[in-house]
């Protein structure tokens, strides 16, 4: 599904990611861990897309398809989401209005037909309710004077409703209290499907017991610099991130 | 030097054609008043970014009255009172259908009768006495409409005020309208000024509103139409006594050169004005919209919030004064003005300016001026959104903040719907 082959990025003259290596296959829930500022914040911006994000070598493949000339709206449509660490506020936009033009504009380039107003808001309640969004967000301003956790119930509702094949979650439990974080976790459980694979970025381990990972690849200093299976991240929670840290610095 | 005269010499002549049409000491005194001032410069503060001596250094011709049989399109489920190319047309306009409540009446029919509180309600002396061209406006005065609404009348459907301009060639026109409320009325009005096709104009009109006790009006203005260096100039002159509510939004539109003006008097207690604004500009539109805000009462509140949206070379003015007179304690005054420059050419000017004569006052004023948030457009982006589509959602999110105080849905909608018109002008080229 995603292929990620010896990429260098820089931002300005700092190089941030340095040669890093990371294959994720359908169905699988890849967890990235690592110490804060090793990138990977970084890592999920140059697969969305961001601009001023330097990409000096190497290849993110989706699916085969190189996607690095793509739009972050083309990459969206070929079904790459990128879960916000911090959702942007957008006032005077009302998030259903935003709902809807964000799925059929990935409609549209899938050359599919738009969905009409009605199959819509029925689809949006359906994942509303599920995941908690009260009707009073929905018609609010898309996450302006939402809280912490509102807003990130409101990334999940999103992903839900577009139905990726390939999500980024960017530390999607900071912030979150423990019942905020099981609404989330429940949202990203309910869409885990043979064809859709998830890269779960985290700092903490806690995440990891409520999304259960397949494999655990460890961050730091710009690369990947061990992967595993679940038992990975409980070995990281107990040991810290010191020894990638020291590895580095050896 | 030479220009200026010859713009003044052509604008006396004017004066001289009309100062029979009724009104005379009314039209002499504004006359004067104007011939003090002369057309501003760019060193009169009040016009200090709107260059009209140059921009009128040739008056068009004095319109003559056409009669030609038009029939307009409508935009709005509304009563409308048409004054076309400076006169007042009851041929075009819904006055069989007004209903019981409203009287009209043709301006130039008021200046002939000279009722004494018509007279003293068109100019008064205490809101806008020192504005060049809006005492140009009362000297000039050719038509325009007259309406009264009872006291307690509740008018439910909207009256719509349209001043529109379809002669060729380039003419001038200075129209008047006045909107009387009595105590406890209410009405919903639209002022609509636009051009009928592309002409050459230089329009002067004012709309004066007397709000009595506890009388209510909701306006939308309209601005559109124009071309490269037609002229427009609207006036606003609203009275408000004790616990009557003035609540008004403005959309700003076209081509050429349009300067709003308003001047608002809180004229007694618990009175309410609030004057929001959206500017759409492009091409090389200039669009000023200067106000002041005189609380000469305790207990008044007013609100204004505009946005300037600006693109390719055009030019956004935006300056706000709000008086609080001594004595007009617990004034309860926010101006905001917000900008997107949507071009490295486009320009906005900003001046706030508060004067507070009182102690027991709370007044605010923010002026921010930038592009589209990039992390916006990248969220938007990240979402499937290509980059035209996302920066037209963020426009009108922009632009919808400025109407989210508009409680007429259907005005609303025809509203967001010219602010989508103009966005997907800017997707197609």
Redesign the interface.
């Known amino acids: 599904m995603l292929e990620i082959i010896d990429l260098h990025v820089s931002v300005g003259e700092r190089e941030i990611l340095k040669g890093l290596t990371l294959s994720v296959k359908a169905g699988e829930v890849a967890a990235i861990m690592g110490p804060n500022g090793t990138g990977k914040s970084t890592l999920s911006y140059v697969i969305a897309g961001r601009e001023g994000y330097d990409v000096t070598q190497g290849e993110v493949r989706l699916n085969g398809e190189n996607i690095l000339d793509l739009e972050p709206a083309e990459r969206a449509a070929k079904g790459i989401f990128l879960a916000f660490q911090y959702p942007v506020e957008i006032p005077g936009v009302a998030t259903m209005t935003f709902l809807k033009a964000a799925l059929n504009a990935q409609r549209r380039a899938r050359g599919e037909a738009e969905l009409q107003t009605p199959d819509l808001m029925k689809r949006v309640k359906d994942a509303a309710t599920s995941l908690g969004v009260s009707q009073d967000m929905l018609r609010r301003p898309l996450n302006a004077g939402f809280s912490g956790g509102e807003k990130k119930r409101m990334e999940i509702l999103q992903m839900a409703l577009l139905q990726p094949r390939l999500a980024i979650l960017d530390e999607t439990d900071s912030g979150l209290d423990i019942d905020a974080l099981r609404v989330v976790a429940d949202g990203v459980n309910s869409l885990r499907a043979p064809e859709r694979a998830f890269v779960v970025i985290t700092h903490y381990q806690r995440l990891l017991e409520y999304i259960r990972p397949d494999t655990v690849h460890v961050m730091a200093q710009g690369r990947i610099m061990r992967s595993g299976g679940a038992e990975l991240a409980l070995e990281l929670e107990e040991r810290g991130y010191q020894d990638y840290i020291a590895q580095e610095a050896a | 030097m030479i220009k200026l005269a010859e713009a003044e010499a052509t604008l006396s002549s004017f004066y001289e054609e009309m100062r029979d049409k009724g009104a005379p000491r009314l039209r002499a005194a504004a006359w004067a008043a104007f011939s003090e001032f002369g057309l501003p410069s760019r060193r009169v503060e009040s016009w200090h970014y709107t260059d009209l001596k140059t921009a009128m250094s040739r008056p068009a011709p004095l319109a003559t009255a056409s009669h030609a049989a038009l029939s307009l399109p409508r935009a709005h489920d509304s009563l409308r009172l048409v004054t076309l190319d400076g006169v007042f047309r009851p041929d075009l306009s819904d006055i069989a259908r007004l209903p019981e409540g409203v009287a009209v009446q043709s301006l130039r029919d008021a200046l002939a009768q000279g009722e004494p509180h018509v007279m003293s309600a068109l100019a008064s002396a205490d809101i806008g006495a020192q504005d060049p061209i809006l005492a140009l406006n009362a000297a000039l005065m050719q038509d325009g409409v007259v309406v009264e609404i009872a006291s307690g009348a509740r008018i439910g459907r909207a009256i719509e005020l349209a001043t529109l301009s379809s002669a060729e060639p380039a003419q001038s026109t200075y129209t008047r309208a006045l909107v009387m409320l009595g105590e406890g009325a209410q009405a919903n009005l639209i002022e609509t000024l636009a051009a009928l096709s592309a002409v050459f104009a230089q329009d002067n009109s004012a709309l004066v509103f007397r709000l009595a006790k506890n009388a209510r009006v909701d306006l939308v203005t309209h601005l559109s139409g124009g071309v490269e260096h037609s002229i427009r100039v609207v006036s606003l002159l609203a009275h408000l006594d004790s616990g009557a509510t003035l609540n008004s939004f403005a959309l700003i539109e076209g081509e050429g050169l349009h300067r709003r003006q308003i001047f608002a008097r809180l004229d007694g207690e618990m009175a309410s004005a609030l004057f929001n604004g959206a500017t759409l500009g492009r091409g090389r539109l200039h669009a000023d919209t200067t106000l002041v805000v005189d609380h000469a009462k305790p207990s008044g509140k007013s609100r204004e919030r505009f946005r300037h949206i600006l693109d390719d070379q055009s030019v956004g003015a935006f300056q706000g004064k709000v008086i609080v007179r001594p004595g007009a304690q617990k004034t309860d005054g926010v101006m905001q003005s917000k900008s997107l420059l949507l071009s490295d050419q486009a320009t906005m000017n900003n001046k706030p300016e508060l004067e507070i004569f009182a102690d027991d006052v709370q007044c605010g004023h923010g002026a921010t001026c930038g592009r589209l948030?990039?992390?916006?457009l990248?969220?938007?982006?990240?979402?499937?959104?290509?980059?035209r589509?996302?920066e037209s959602?963020?426009i009108?999110?922009?632009?919808?903040?400025a109407m989210e105080a508009l409680e007429d849905e259907q005005l609303r909608a025809y509203l967001s719907d010219r602010v989508s018109v103009w966005l997907s002008r800017r997707i197609s080229r």
Do not use: I, T
């Open positions: 948030d990039k992390d916006q990248f969220y938007l982006s990240a979402r499937g959104l290509p980059r589509q996302a959602l963020l009108e999110g922009f632009a919808n903040e």
